[in-house]
């Protein structure tokens, strides 16, 4: 049970009051001194340390009935991970809070013992002083020789985070109850067996007692029952008793599914009706007790014995585990299901939030996602869009209006979830009034104003407590506080928002202005400029701290090279005020996301230094992220909450290189000392992604951004090429070192529009001559180049394929490729760009292929482009109209409208196509001349 | 003229030498031959071209980098490799520009070339010889594995495939439907090696019947829908109704068996037995007898060499090519040579520096393939070239002597005075038939300068051949286009009015050639159609 004192605020205050409110003063916070646990082995942007366990774990704990609370597992099952915390204090922790599972066994005016299907409980709890916070998920599972038939357990998801824990809420929430479900049904079933079991002891017992009571009546006729007899007699009473409680309990735990059909709200009263139906047939009678004999036949599967009537509360005897409780199988199932929710949370809550807001907008583009997503993130979406239930339809705004209102797509991050979960949420509510709460919330999420967003998140929360669960906000100390820090703690919610981040990173940066700039429309060998050359320190440097990038971004801007500063200094001077950030990967998303020929009107001013990103706000659903659309600046609190983080801190760079060297240290076994080193040090709990290590796992899509972008630096000719793969013309990367071309292919892999969601269209390395069908089904191939007779055949079919494709020649540094003129790669592959990390210009790279989606969704999808008006249009009428519509309205010129073009038929077939993936599509190609570009 | 040192050259690449010869254009494959740049004529391997027009005027310190991977146009591919793994960069990078070919190339800027999108159809384990016209959206593919496909030319989704045949496929056939049938099922007769011919249903691909009681392989089938009987040629000629039974048959003919047969009037056949020409004429039954027969009307014997094609153009007249390159018009109805044509390799008489160097004196390369005809014109494959005679003025109005790298197989004429052509040397090619101009505005203007001593001597002393030449050919042949997809000798391909163009190849590809732009309609279209299906085309309305 809780008490008052538990109910407590979080920890850190000493953190946040100091540093917060004081202005950050700059530069030397990018070193690393000054983050205070940096000894204890944390990351900066953790801000608890103290916890004595190294990363997020997850505890099944027990209340036994024989010694208490008692930690039964955790996963991962690694005592390095808990290290030296409590374990058994922290399962008193938790167990102790359990309220639900009290009444259980004979409830008051009933005659029998009834099984209460209580619901699970959810609980926040937090520990200052062991410095972890703890998502619990309380269950009950029956056992029968339990008291109560019920063993109370929970499974708590530990964190020494505890913003984590309250942003995740719904998240864990749901995924737990999966846990829980599974750990149920199992257990219902083992339950059911057990009764069976039971029951046929019983009734042989009964036949048994029956017996003998019946020789006794014939073998006494004196008219009077010895005593014996009525002790007999008693028994049987007792074991007819029993046999019908059993039997009850049976058809209760029988009845469960049929129950759960009708939906969790209305559990109470249909189980009332079902518990008073099953009662009914209660009849008792008394016969005598007999001795053994052997006069029942045994039944193949199961042989009954001879028990005692009544079940004995024995203290002695060694009770279930829990893989006997639950069915074996449903046991491992569960075990799985906890380890995924262990990968799923891994991590620091900025990268779970953002992509969490990540996998809700590409959601939301079904349509064109398939291009340029990874396709296993891709198909994961698709089964967990399945899985969650859909966000439902506003009646009045179909999502699809708003986006064409906005035209810039912002995600709305809510500041006050938080804060509102602290404040406002009842411990129980009536279930009766979770149906009416949770339809308020449907109907007033999607009507979404985020004027009324306190409100509004008021009602989410409720909303979520309505069905069936609760949630408490325990800590140990200081539970006073929590009213008192309300506002603070609204302010502490807002580090967790990327958005704020970006903002502060930006606004410490000398160099924030856009290095994205038309550099020359028409790359040739003869326009290389000369300072290209003045890039390639730059990327020298990059190859350095790309071999130690583990260390972080601070390491990266101490390497900046002069000339490059000189350089991107200038850029700066032209390009003030109307470009973004380019360090800033998703201020540019913004930026990209308008069209290029539109009013400047959205365009962020900073003249306070601060780029001031549309806000994002983030607050939570059901099961997943509900994202929405608004006009920028409509959040008020943003400027408030942006401020008072030290920048350090928040360096998205920084964090995801941390990410990507604890994933190192969790899952390649061959990194180095370095490395692992490092990996040490830093907390394991910010490693991870939600989904498990795999080809498009963090590290490799940092590995291919960090070599695209220095394909970028290192070639002039970088755009054309792109241009080829951007518009599926099959580049193809020849070379005599394997280990160079498949890098390289890798890198330039993130350009390459997919055809379905199944496969890529890249062949990493061939060494065969080339065939016209590898251009149908490839996009993109590291070719073989062997210096002898043998590659003739290879060299040959190269050439006479020459019109299907471009071919990069690494060995000599030369391109050959048709003529690109657009704008739209300059942007996307700038070989100045101020974007130093592979992750970032990842990142950025998909922001604009995002855009670029966008745009062919909308030239496919017009209907007026592609249908003549009347039957005596001509096509040079519709082809003229789709040009102008390209050219105009989506500000594509020159070869860029090819692209969207191809980007277009891809959708089509995509989209008509009976089973995607099924097919290759045909090869297109133009007839256009080629030309050569050399180093 | 004197003949140019052949040898001298092949062993001392000089780059003035070649030069020379580029100027002149005039290269033969024996030169090219003895030069130590490989076999020539093998489907397989590649001509040397002109280097393509993104390379030209580039400076030839950019030479060491392209001769590593782009040899086609420097000359054999081996050769090019040995001396690359030989010698140094620098020693090679001067000579490296063949001389420029007689073969008209293109660039890869092709304005009039609609195909922009193809499809690869792969089904086929071997080489792919015949292709069928089903219907307006069907084709059927058949070749040396023996088994026939039935496409979809529209989505090139395979439909159907029959197996049956366990040899290779030598002749395939639609076998029209009377309209009297209850059967409107599409159905197609196969003749293979395995000395079996089959008749399927390409609708649901079963086998209707089978023939197996041949002699000899069956080369070539025809139909004659008039008499509602079919003929199969092989070492002899048989006659076989609807129902596949075996009316009537000559006796044997010759070992190498009938190459090509056509129908003519008069219930006769023309059929093509190595030299000769053999005329049949079918005899029904009548009221005396209940027997079909056969009789050999007629032997015309005038080709010098095999004859490999055969065609009737038109009601008045069939024509034959040989493999010396002799085309006959022959009068149709009494089998009589209208005109003949034997000259077509003859080097027209240009004054070359190495004329002595002839093109085409190896037989094959004056070996007439195939031919296609319109109203005015038949046009002939001739070893490489294309030839366009006119059937009215009985003579040849254009030409394309080195039309392709090596032997053109098949040709055909499409509505918009086009012509398409296919080669052993993988290429597809598209023509189109233009009337020259200004043939006789440009003498003036020479004489005009001449009379002022501005003109060169020469280049007067050429007018007149040069004039003679032109006025011999009022038309031009202008390739406007190429299709470039098959690694091995294209053997056929079908024109459909709306799908495309399909091609079959000895690399076991059939490959579908598609406007690019109308499909990009035609796909917009089904997307449309299928929101509209789904209900959401009108959901903003």
Known sequence: MISAPDVVAFTKEEGYE????????????????????????????????????????????????????????????????????????????????????????????SAYPKLNFVEDSKVVLGDSKEGAFAYVHHLTLYDLEARGFVRPFCMAYISADQHKIMQQFQELSAEFSKASECLKTGNRKAFAGELEKKLKDLDYTRTVLHTETEIQKKANDKGFYSSQAIEKANELASVEKSIIEHQDLLKQIRSYPHRKLKGSALCSGEMEHTQDQASQPATTSNTDESADTDLYTCRPAYTPKLIKAKSTKCFDKKLKTLEELCDTEYFTQTLAQLSHIEHMFRGDLCYLLTSQIDRALLKQQHITNFLFEDFVEVDDRVVEKQESTPPKPSPGRPPSRSLEECPIPQVLISVGSYKSSVESVPIKMEQELGDEYREAEVTEMSSFDPQESLDYLDMDMKGSISSGESIEVLGTEKSTSVLAKSDSQASLTVPLSPQVVRSKVVSHRTISEDSIEVLSTCPSEALIPDDFKASYPSAINEEESYADDSEGAIHFQASVSPPELGEAEEGSLENTSSQADSSCCIG???????????????????????????????????????VDFAVENANPSQDNSSEGFPAYELDPDR??????????????????????????????????????PGPSSERHKKRAGQNALKFIRQYPFAHPAIYSLLSGRTLVVLGEDEAIVRKLVTALSIFVPNHSRHAKPVKHWISSPLHITDFQKWKLIGLQRVASPASAGTLHALSRYSRYTSVLDLDNRALRCPLYRGTLVPRLADHRTQIKRGSTYYLHVQSMLTQLCSKAFLYTFCHHLHLPAHDKETEELVASRQASFLKLNLGLVNEDAKVVQYLAELLKLHYTQEAPGTSHPTLRFDYVPSFLYKI | PAPAPVGGQASRPEPAGLKREGLTGRVSRELWASRGFGPVGLSAQPRPRRPPRWLRGFSSELLPWAEGWWPSWAGSVLRRAERAAALPSSVTQSHIWPQKSPLQTIGEEQTQNPYTELLVLKAHHDIVRFLVQLDEYRFASAGDDGIVVV???????????????????????????????????????????DRTVILWDCDTGRQVRKVSCFQSTVKCLIVLQRLDVWLSGGNDLCVWNRKLDLLCKTSHLSDTGISALIEIPKNCVVAAVGKELIIFQLVAPTEESLEWDILEIKRLLDHQDNILSLVNVNDLSFITGSHVGEMIIWDILDWTMQACECNFWDPSPQLDTQQEIKLCQKPNDISIHHFTWDEENVFAAVGRGLYVYNLQMKRVIACQKTAHDSSVLHVAKLPNRQLISCSEDGSVRIWELREKQQLAVEPVPTGFFNMWGFGRVNKQASQPIKKQQENATPCSLELIGDLIGHSSSVEMFLYFEDHGLVTCSADHLIILWKNGERESGLRSLKLFQKLEENGDLYLAV
């Open chain 1, 18 to 109: 100091e540093e917060p409110y004081n202005e950050p003063a700059l530069p030397e916070e990018y070193s690393v001194p000054l983050f205070p646990f940096a000894s204890q082995g944390a990351n900066p942007w953790s801000k608890l340390s103290g916890a004595k366990f190294s990363r997020d774990f997850i505890l099944i704990s027990e209340f036994s009935e024989q010694v208490g609370p008692q930690p039964l597992l955790t996963i991962p099952n690694d005592t390095k991970v808990f290290g030296t915390f409590d374990l058994n204090y922290f399962s008193l922790r938790i167990m102790s809070v359990d309220y639900q599972a009290s009444f259980v066994g004979h409830p008051p005016g």
């Open chain 1, 588 to 626: 540019k998303e913004s930026e990209s996301l308008r069209v290029p020929l539109s009013t400047p009107a959205h365009s962020p001013s900073d003249q306070d230094g601060v780029v001031s990103i549309p806000p994002q706000r983030y607050r939570q659903k059901d099961q997943g992220f509900h």
């Open chain 1, 655 to 692: 964090l995801l290189a941390s990410r990507d060297v604890s994933k190192s240290s969790l899952d390649n076994s061959d990194t180095t000392s370095n490395l692992s080193s490092i990996a040490s040090t830093s907390s394991d709990r910010t490693s991870s992604s939600a989904y498990p």
């Open chain 2, 151 to 193: 496409w979809n030319a529209q989505t090139g989704e395979k439909l159907l495939e029959l197996n049956g045949h366990t040899q290779k496929i030598t002749a395939l056939i639609t076998f029209p439907s009377l309209e009297a049938c209850e059967e409107k099922n599409q159905l197609i007769l196969t003749a293979s090696s």
